[in-house]
């Protein structure tokens, strides 16, 4: 029987590689975009693994009925992966309640509006996943991204309830929290501020998408089925 999962963030960096990994582990995907459409990426995929089945599906998670949007777009499935999100960067003072707002929505809120409607389709099958990728700052904090740091928290926390509230339904929920990863989104760091970061890395390197994706796909892929309400750091090093 086919495998169905959905990568929610999939025209993202480490969506779009998240997705790569699953598909060679033979998992069928939903893969989900806001406002960059996945088409292409679903069309390498299905061109590479045509015994599988991969469907473009769109919610922006800002929107108060993206969590109905979503739901409406799935059918089967054993998997979510929570890969979309982005960072707000500026002192506390300056961040508009509007973008708290907003990240609130897109790293909680609708994740666990989905979840809500998603639910029973995940306990139709002995053991399901959902993964969260979270990050150092829901961890470490970090100033200059204090908002960011307290919706990625806020994930953390999540995922540590809830894996208890869904264990007897045979859900696995995990966390990836990972460190400094090189993906457009670290591009507004300068090339003095990069290697200041390497330095501090006991591995002395930045991590890849890859490195995100790998681990990813072995938290789903049936080898990790003990594990259940963890944060799992990859960061180098760089926070332990």
């Known amino acids: 029987m086919k495998k169905y999962a959905l990568v929610c963030g999939a025209s993202g960096e480490i969506g779009t590689a998240i997705c790569q990994h699953l598909a060679q582990q033979g998992w069928s995907l939903y893969v989900h975009y806001a406002s960059k459409p996945t088409t292409e990426l679903v069309g390498k995929l299905s061109a590479a693994f045509p015994q599988q089945e991969f469907f473009s599906v769109q919610a922006d998670f ?33 961040i508009a309640a509007t973008d708290m707002q907003t990240l609130w929505q897109v790293h909680m809120q609708t994740p666990m509006l989905i979840l809500q ?3 029973a389709k995940l306990r139709t099958h002995s053991v ?67 290697k200041q970061i390497i330095s501090e890395i006991p591995l002395q390197q930045l991590g890849t998408v890859e490195d995100v994706a790998r681990l990813c796909a072995f938290y789903v892929s049936g080898q990790a089925d003990y594990v259940t309400g963890q944060i799992i750091h990859l960061n180098g090093g760089w926070y332990i």
């Open 62 to 94: 800002t929107c108060p009925e993206a969590a109905s949007r979503l739901a409406k777009q799935i059918f089967t499935l054993q998997a979510i992966v929570f890969a979309n999100g982005h960072a707000s960067y500026g002192l506390l003072e300056d």
């Open 117 to 119: 409607q998603l639910a």
């Open 128 to 194: 399901s996943y959902v993964i969260f990728i979270g990050s150092i700052w829901g961890a470490a904090g970090a100033a200059g991204e204090v908002v960011y740091s307290a919706v990625k928290g806020a994930q953390h926390s999540f995922v540590k309830a809830y894996a208890q509230e869904v264990a007897y339904n045979g859900i696995r929920v995990n966390a990836l929290a990972p460190g400094f990863i090189a993906t457009k989104m670290n591009s507004h760091i300068d090339e003095l501020e990069r």
